[in-house]
T-cell receptor
Framework: GEDVEQSLFLSVREGDSSVINCTYT??????LYWYKQEPGAGLQLLTY?????DMKQDQRLTVLLNKKDKHLSLRIADTQTGDSAIYFC?????????????FGKGTSLLVTP | SAVISQKPSRDICQRGTSLTIQCQVD?????MFWYRQQPGQSLTLIAT?????????ESGFVIDKFPISRPNLTFSTLTVSNMSPEDSSIYLC??????????FGSGTRLTVV
């Protein structure tokens, strides 16, 4: 299938905001997701947004969705060293076997003191 | 959301052998998914497993190499057969929790030597 695109690396200082961008491919996706993967761990669902919304806020996380441009972003306010991880954008799209997640390559976020 | 127990968490295997990975879910789910995450890469869907039917494989994956069982609504196995070093990856199972959200197991880190 087509690729979900993300920038590969982002480095921020502790206390600053982080913005991770994603361009997805399936305009019919109902839900779009952000997952976090810490070293040696599985995937943790951070947040999601329904396709008829353009913004969702959840504590330090803000998701922005631009359906026209198929652009999704995740903003982390007051970034902490514990936020250092890989962040995956994912769209729910239909493949050979029904609906499943199509992931970007992940953005590696490094938070420095 | 569902809780998934995946095992083994890691293994080192000789080339030419096979490894079976197990996923146990704490609730009944219709669809279970198996993903592969190659080093430094994103997650790629291998197949979808529904109880009572053959698994459906994505392009590039075949049943002879990755046989899947789904004997009931809470359990599935993925076997990586006749392994080569190129099979060294993290393998993750996932379930759809309905409505929204996909939960992931903690992954199996496979190294083939």
């Amino acid at each position: 299938g087509e690729d979900v695109e993300q920038s590969l690396f982002l480095s921020v200082r502790e206390g600053d905001s982080s913005v991770i961008n994603c361009t997805y491919t399936d305009s019919s996706s109902t839900y779009l997701y952000w997952y976090k993967q810490e070293p040696g761990a599985g995937l943790q669902l951070l947040t999601y947004i329904f396709s008829n919304m353009d913004m969702k806020q959840d504590q330090r996380l803000t998701v922005l969705l631009n359906k026209k441009d198929k652009h999704l972003s995740l903003r982390i306010a007051d970034t902490q060293t514990g936020d250092s991880a890989i962040y995956f954008c994912a769209e729910e799209s239909e493949g050979n076997s029904g609906y499943a997640l199509n992931f970007g390559k992940g953005t590696s976020l490094l938070v420095t003191p | 959301s569902a809780v998934i127990s995946q095992k083994p968490s890691r293994d080192i295997c000789q080339r030419g052998t096979s490894l079976t990975i197990q996923c146990q879910v704490d609730s009944q789910v219709t669809m279970m998914f198996w993903y592969r995450q190659q080093p430094g890469q994103s997650l790629t869907l291998i197949a979808t497993a529904n109880q009572g039917s053959e698994a459906t494989y994505e392009s590039g994956f075949v049943i002879d190499k990755f046989p899947i069982s789904r004997p009931n609504l809470t359990f599935s196995t993925l076997t990586v057969s006749n392994m080569s070093p190129e099979d060294s990856s993290i393998y993750l199972c996932s379930v759809s929790t309905g409505g929204y959200g996909y939960t992931f197991g903690s992954g199996t880190r496979l190294t083939v030597v």
